[in-house]
């Protein structure tokens, strides 16, 4: 199995200017509060403090191991210990876990255990405040892997204390928070950024991108995708409920609640958080993202700029979040995306790209293209097959290399903002039930 991902690499979308950065860019503050550079505060009107400036370590040379953290040691954190202690293990790429952090003492011990056991030799330090990770001078990565609603301020922490940053999906909890991390990327040029969302490194997106550069089927005017699962027993209850994990020395749960306000202490929320929308914006943000970010690198047409979203109840009754999701994104430079979620049916629809001239399929691993009947003539079926690739793995491998050379990462700032335009527009029309708008030039959102 390929382990690098696509001979392609998914490349950043360009840059704005700096003068239409900070035109853009200047909203973000006012979104969240003022208070100056250490001092902001969220959109629950919670004042928050941020980490202070500390200067980067030096870049790693080739022989010497990138010393990285992990903030977030539930499953999706301790799955990618065991994945970068393989990659390390494999010769990949020399790794190491240096340090894990965690609110709830059994998971940083479960990390801890197998983190230590998995790399002889290195020491492994345990927190459960992940500050104490960002404090220390030898560290060159984080990987966060806490809830969403963690994400934004853990990002500018990060970036602040010279850490570069790979962070799962979704970038954040609310867009207000993705235009504050946007302008913070794009203030701290000197660092490495990346969004978890790893299905852009499968090789037929960047075959499909060609495709599309090359204009193979005319106007790309309108793409499908879904995310769709059959759950019986409600999405995420397969999370179990440990008992002893209790507010006092097994859970910090203020620490949990953190930028957003605190409420009382309830496992379901704890354990099940993307039930909730207070906490996760459910379908689209934990399932959507995965199927949208690389069809929006693909197609590569601007900023989502209408965006509807329809959502309901239909057989898991106890979640908040809707168990059926449908969604619409209209581009700036003229085309539309049809997008499915669903935790109580797995049909989905097939990945689609519709041009006038042909037509792109890409349901399984690779790229194929059929023409329009009109345009037989002009066209053969192209069919690309594609190398079978570990895209998680590759996706984790792209931001350590980056570490390493300074390159713009896949899941690059531009693209996870973007992903996230529509993930909240969709997230306000499903709730609210208008369209939503977005502004490009001022960044600003109003309902249609």
Not at 312 to 326: A, G, I, L, S
């Amino acid at each position: 199995m390929n382990m690098s991902g696509s001979s392609q690499k998914p490349s950043s979308t360009p840059s704005p200017s700096r003068r239409d950065f900070l035109r853009k860019t200047g909203t973000a503050g006012a979104f969240l509060g003022a208070g100056g550079p250490n001092l902001l505060t969220s959109q629950k009107g919670k004042e928050l403090s941020f980490f202070p400036e500390q200067a980067p370590p030096p870049v790693p040379g080739q022989d010497e191991p990138i010393r990285m953290a992990v903030i977030g040691t539930g499953g999706m954190g301790t799955g990618h210990c065991h994945s970068i202690m393989g990659l390390n293990r494999d010769g990949h790429e020399k790794v190491h876990i240096v340090a894990l952090a965690d609110v709830c003492k059994p998971r940083l011990d479960r990390a801890h255990k197998a983190c230590s056991e998995g790399q002889p030799g290195v020491e492994v330090a345990a927190y459960r405040n992940y500050e104490d990770i960002l404090k220390r001078e030898d560290i060159h990565g984080v990987l966060i892997a806490s809830p969403e609603h963690w994400h934004w301020k853990q990002i500018i922490d990060s970036l602040r204390a010279g850490k570069d940053v790979y962070c799962e999906k979704p970038m954040t909890l609310r867009l207000n928070e993705a235009l504050a991390v946007y302008k913070e990327v794009h203030q701290r040029t000197d660092r490495v950024f990346t969004v978890g969302t790893q299905m852009i490194m499968q090789p037929k997106y960047a075959e499909a991108k060609k495709m599309l550069r090359e204009n193979v089927i005319g106007t790309p005017l309108w793409s499908q995708t879904s995310y769709c699962r059959n759950t019986p027993s409600g999405e995420w209850n397969y999370y179990g409920l440990e008992k002893g994990v209790v507010p006092g020395e097994m859970l910090d749960w203020d620490g949990w609640c953190g930028p957003q306000p605190k409420i009382p202490f309830d496992t379901k929320v704890y354990h099940r958080w993307r039930r909730y929308k207070d906490w996760s914006t459910g379908v689209i943000g934990d399932l959507l993202v995965h199927v949208m970010t690389p069809l929006i690198w693909t197609v590569d047409l601007g900023w989502p700029v209408r965006v509807t979203g329809a959502g309901n109840h239909f057989v898991d009754m106890d979640m908040e979040n809707h168990d059926q999701v449908n969604m619409t994104v209209e581009f700036e430079r003229k085309h539309h995306m049809v997008v499915a979620g669903a935790t109580n049916n797995d049909l989905g629809l097939e990945t689609i790209i519709r041009g006038q001239k042909g037509t792109i399929f890409l349901g399984g691993a690779h790229c194929k293209m059929t023409p329009q009947r009109h345009f037989v003539d002009e066209l053969d079926e192209i069919e690309v097959k594609c190398s079978n690739v570990h895209d998680h793995n590759a996706m984790r491998l792209d931001w350590l290399r980056c570490i390493r050379s300074r390159e713009v990462p896949a899941g690059n700032i531009e693209l996870a903002a973007r992903v996230m335009v529509a993930v909240d527009l969709a997230t306000r029309s499903m709730w609210e039930g208008s369209a939503f708008y977005f502004d490009i030039d001022t960044h600003r959102v109003h309902r249609g």
